[in-house]
Structures are given as structure tokens and as C-alpha cells.
């Protein structure tokens, strides 16, 4: 079987790929507890490619973690539901991850050069989690990882299977790290900023190979970044998240062209642009709060121009403003 033979149904006969209902995320210290994620939201249709946008310390990564079931369990409290092609996430045995991880969901993280053991070549690593998971021979398994590294388009592909980790640029590392998520033909792909380390011009060839590739095998997909760009460029739908909550979320166009929360209306107008050249950039003031200390009312109301006295005393309720698109603000009609 081929990496293509495993594309889905027409997504219209399908339930969602993914359902996330009220999920809660705590992270417990001696002296504090972080909420990093606060009643979450999400769905994902099959085929479809779902970006989470947001600063650093939203909640983002911790979501899609949480997804992998990679969070540490002794300091770590979750509530809520996550099911992932029908199967609730949080209530999977240990046994039952492992089947999960690689088959049914797989990770993409940030530093591609951490994720390979720098002890064996790329193609034996490749190769023994094909094996391992549907256990066929080393051969087919090393042949699996020759027919994954031609799609990523990795040049030389039978000389780069002998590597180590530390022979790879970034990247080809990158390339790498794909080719290992893809090895199981899983349904869903998580990406947690995988260009964040890269120069612009590999940052560009990474994102339309993910493109493509999630075109060509049906996969569906949720990209986490920080970068409007990023976002505008691999993007079916876009999720605004804000310490720990979605604030906007709504197709591609609708988020870009008609931003409606503040938060994502500060986001736009903090992008650089020819059309800026020689204008001092608008940043948005202050800083995120501490998710250990979270104000009462709705979190970005410090930072936000429109707050008013409702906005620091009553957490949002989301609306419809139209289609899939909805935010939640107290200040949607003003």
C-alpha cells in the first residue's frame, strides 16, 4: 500500500476528526497552579487544515500535547473531552497511546534535531517505528523509509537514510521529522511551529511541502504558530487563543480580511508591510498575564484600547458575527 491509498471519504459523510469540548489544562507546582488551558473548544473536520495562532504562553502547544496525551500525568490536571477519530483521548490506556501515537495522530515538534535519537541513523529510526507499529520486516520498514524521504523531497534520499541527526542542516532535519510523522499514514497531523527555527526561504519550502502533502494523502492537520503569515498561508480555518481561551475563530478570510476580537485586531496590525516602510510598527501594550494569577474578568482587558468596566469583571461569551465565524468580546457591537 501506498502513503496515498489511506485519504479519507468525502469529509460532508463524516463526523468531525476531531471534537475538543471544555478542556481545562492545570499545571500544579508546591506553590502555585498555572491555568494554561481554560474551557477550550474545537473541531476539526476531516481533511482540513486548522491553524491555533496566539503569543507565546497561550495555551497553544499545551493543547496539542494534550491531544498526544504528552503532558506529564503527576502534575497535570485535565477535564473535559477530547475524542480523535471517535476515541476519547483522555480515558486511553497506556497501551492503548501507543497504538494511537503514530497510527491515528502524529507530532511535528519545534527542534528537529531533538527529536532523533543522535546515536542511530534517521533511516534505522524511520524504519523501526514502521516496524514497530505495523509490524512488517526491517527491509519493508527501511523501504517505507526510502519512499518517505523521496516525498518530502529530500535530495539524495538513499545516501541521507545512512545520516545521523547531526549530519542533516536544519532544513533537511525538518524534512526529517516529517518524513518520521508520516511513517504510519496517520489521520491527523499536529505541527507545533515547525518552521519557527528556519530562515525564511526553507521556512517557505517547509510550509508549501506540508501543503501539498496534506493535500495529497487527505490528511487533516492543526499548525500552532505565532505568525499571521504562517497562519494566512497554510490555513482552511484559524482559532485566535489568548491565555488559554479561543477568543476568534473562523475561516482563513474571515480572521485576515474581517478581524473582530481586539487581541487578533492588534495581531494584524502588528505585521510589517511594504506599505509600512519608514512607519513605526503598532504593538500591541503590555505583556501576557501569568497564568498562575489570571484576572477576573476577561484577560486581555488589561492590555485591550476598548476595555470598559464590564470587560474586567465578566468573562466573554462567544457569538456568531457570522458563518463559522465567532469571537468572544463584550465589545462586538460598539
Given at each position: 500500500?501506498?502513503?496515498?491509498?489511506a485519504?479519507?471519504?468525502?469529509?460532508?459523510?463524516?463526523?468531525?476528526?476531531?471534537?475538543?469540548?471544555?478542556?481545562?489544562?492545570?499545571?500544579?507546582?508546591?506553590?502555585?497552579?498555572?491555568?494554561?488551558?481554560?474551557?477550550?473548544?474545537?473541531?476539526?473536520q476531516?481533511?482540513?487544515?486548522?491553524?491555533?495562532?496566539?503569543?507565546?504562553?497561550?495555551?497553544?502547544?499545551?493543547?496539542?500535547?494534550?491531544?498526544?496525551?504528552?503532558?506529564?500525568?503527576r502534575?497535570t490536571?485535565?477535564?473535559?473531552?477530547?475524542?480523535?477519530?471517535?476515541?476519547?483521548?483522555l480515558?486511553?490506556?497506556?497501551?492503548?497511546?501507543?497504538?494511537?501515537?503514530?497510527?491515528?495522530?502524529?507530532?511535528?515538534?519545534?527542534e528537529?534535531?531533538?527529536?532523533?535519537?543522535?546515536?542511530?541513523?534517521?533511516?534505522?529510526?524511520?524504519?523501526?517505528?514502521?516496524?514497530?507499529?505495523?509490524g512488517v520486516?526491517?527491509?519493508?520498514?527501511?523501504?517505507?523509509?526510502?519512499?518517505?524521504?523521496?516525498?518530502?523531497?529530500?535530495?539524495?534520499?538513499?545516501?541521507?537514510?545512512?545520516?545521523?541527526?547531526h549530519?542533516?542542516?536544519?532544513?533537511?532535519?525538518?524534512?526529517?521529522?516529517?518524513?518520521?510523522?508520516?511513517?504510519?499514514?496517520p489521520?491527523l497531523?499536529l505541527?507545533?511551529?515547525?518552521?519557527?527555527?528556519l530562515?525564511?526561504?526553507?521556512q517557505?519550502q517547509?510550509?508549501?511541502?506540508?501543503?501539498d502533502?496534506?493535500?495529497e494523502?487527505?490528511?487533516?492537520v492543526?499548525?500552532?504558530?505565532?505568525?499571521?503569515?504562517?497562519?494566512?498561508e497554510?490555513?482552511?480555518?484559524?482559532?485566535?487563543?489568548?491565555?488559554?481561551?479561543?477568543?476568534?475563530?473562523?475561516?482563513?478570510?474571515?480572521?485576515?480580511?474581517?478581524?473582530?476580537?481586539?487581541?487578533?485586531?492588534?495581531?494584524?496590525?502588528?505585521?510589517?508591510?511594504?506599505?509600512?516602510?519608514g512607519?513605526?510598527?503598532?504593538?500591541?501594550?503590555?505583556?501576557p498575564?501569568?497564568l498562575?494569577d489570571?484576572?477576573?474578568?476577561?484577560?486581555?482587558?488589561?492590555?485591550?484600547?476598548?476595555?470598559?468596566d464590564?470587560?474586567?469583571?465578566?468573562?466573554?461569551?462567544?457569538?456568531?458575527?457570522?458563518?463559522?465565524?465567532?469571537?468572544?468580546?463584550?465589545?462586538?457591537?460598539?
Amino acid at each position: 500500500m501506498t502513503l496515498a491509498a489511506a485519504k479519507p471519504a468525502a469529509a460532508a459523510t463524516q463526523a468531525p476528526l476531531v471534537e475538543i469540548a471544555d478542556l481545562t489544562v492545570r499545571f500544579r507546582t508546591p506553590t502555585r497552579q498555572a491555568h494554561a488551558v481554560n474551557g477550550v473548544d474545537l473541531s476539526l473536520q476531516h481533511g482540513e487544515v486548522l491553524t491555533i495562532l496566539g503569543e507565546s504562553g497561550s495555551g497553544k502547544s499545551v493543547t496539542l500535547r494534550t491531544l498526544m496525551r504528552l503532558l506529564p500525568e503527576r502534575r497535570t490536571e485535565l477535564s473535559g473531552r477530547v475524542s480523535v477519530d471517535g476515541e476519547d483521548v483522555l480515558a486511553m490506556s497506556q497501551r492503548q497511546l501507543i497504538r494511537f501515537r503514530g497510527r491515528t495522530a502524529s507530532m511535528i515538534f519545534q527542534e528537529p534535531m531533538l527529536a532523533f535519537d543522535p546515536v542511530y541513523r534517521i533511516g534505522e529510526q524511520i524504519a523501526e517505528t514502521v516496524c514497530r507499529h505495523e509490524g512488517v520486516s526491517r527491509r519493508e520498514g527501511m523501504a517505507r523509509a526510502l519512499e518517505l524521504f523521496e516525498l518530502v523531497r529530500i535530495p539524495s534520499p538513499q545516501r541521507r537514510l545512512a545520516n545521523y541527526p547531526h549530519e542533516l542542516s536544519g532544513g533537511m532535519s525538518q524534512r526529517a521529522m516529517i518524513a518520521l510523522a508520516l511513517s504510519c499514514r496517520p489521520k491527523l497531523l499536529l505541527a507545533d511551529e515547525p518552521t519557527t527555527a528556519l530562515d525564511a526561504t526553507v521556512q517557505i519550502q517547509i510550509l508549501l511541502l506540508l501543503r501539498d502533502l496534506q493535500r495529497e494523502l487527505g490528511m487533516s492537520v492543526i499548525f500552532v504558530t505565532h505568525d499571521m503569515g504562517v497562519a494566512n498561508e497554510i490555513s482552511d480555518r484559524i482559532a485566535v487563543m489568548y491565555a488559554g481561551r479561543i477568543v476568534e475563530s473562523g475561516r482563513v478570510e474571515e480572521i485576515i480580511g474581517q478581524p473582530r476580537h481586539p487581541y487578533t485586531q492588534g495581531l494584524m496590525a502588528s505585521r510589517a508591510s511594504e506599505a509600512q516602510r519608514g512607519q513605526r510598527l503598532q504593538a500591541i501594550p503590555g505583556a501576557p498575564p501569568d497564568l498562575a494569577d489570571l484576572p477576573h474578568g476577561c484577560a486581555f482587558a488589561p492590555r485591550c484600547p476598548q476595555a470598559t468596566d464590564e470587560c474586567l469583571t465578566a468573562v466573554p461569551v462567544a457569538r456568531t458575527l457570522s458563518g463559522s465565524h465567532w469571537a468572544a468580546c463584550c465589545r462586538l457591537d460598539a
